[in-house]
């Protein structure tokens, strides 16, 4: 499976972006899709995610409230509506499939390793 973010930019804080997410298919037994960022000299971490079926959202609770993931799984697309944008959220954000395995290092939805599938990431800068 193939994935390619779209829809970074730069804005000023309390702006809003749309992230896109094209997957080329599915990877079986996957959990869901997951979007990931990295800052300069940080190690990449959780930001949100959605089952394959699109019936439950999971966020990392700094972006709760602000941000919304959903997917168009006819079109093999899934999004993430960024709003109230604030300089922390300032990132390269990656979007990827799950696995199918767990590492039991915690939920499915937040542990990196659990997947396989990694786009080649879209930046989102957010200026004060």
């Known amino acids: 499976v193939q994935l390619q973010a779209s829809g970074g930019g730069s804005v000023q804080t309390g702006g809003s972006l749309r992230l896109s997410c094209a997957a080329s298919?599915?990877?079986?037994?996957?959990?869901?899709t997951g979007w990931f960022r990295q800052a300069p000299g940080t190690e990449r971490e959780f930001v949100a995610a959605i089952t394959t079926n699109g019936g439950s959202a999971y966020y990392a609770n700094s972006v709760r409230g602000r941000f919304t993931i959903s997917r168009d799984n006819a079109k093999n697309m899934v999004f993430l509506q960024m709003n109230s944008l604030k300089p922390d959220d300032t990132a390269v954000y990656y979007c990827?499939?799950?696995?199918?395995?767990?590492?039991?290092?915690?939920?499915?939805?937040?542990?990196?390793?659990?997947?396989?599938?990694w786009g080649q990431g879209t930046l989102v800068t957010v200026s004060s």
């Open positions: 298919g599915r990877t079986s037994g996957s959990y869901g």
């Open positions: 990827a499939e799950h696995s199918g395995r767990l590492t039991g290092l915690g939920s499915w939805f937040s542990v990196a390793a659990d997947f396989s599938s």
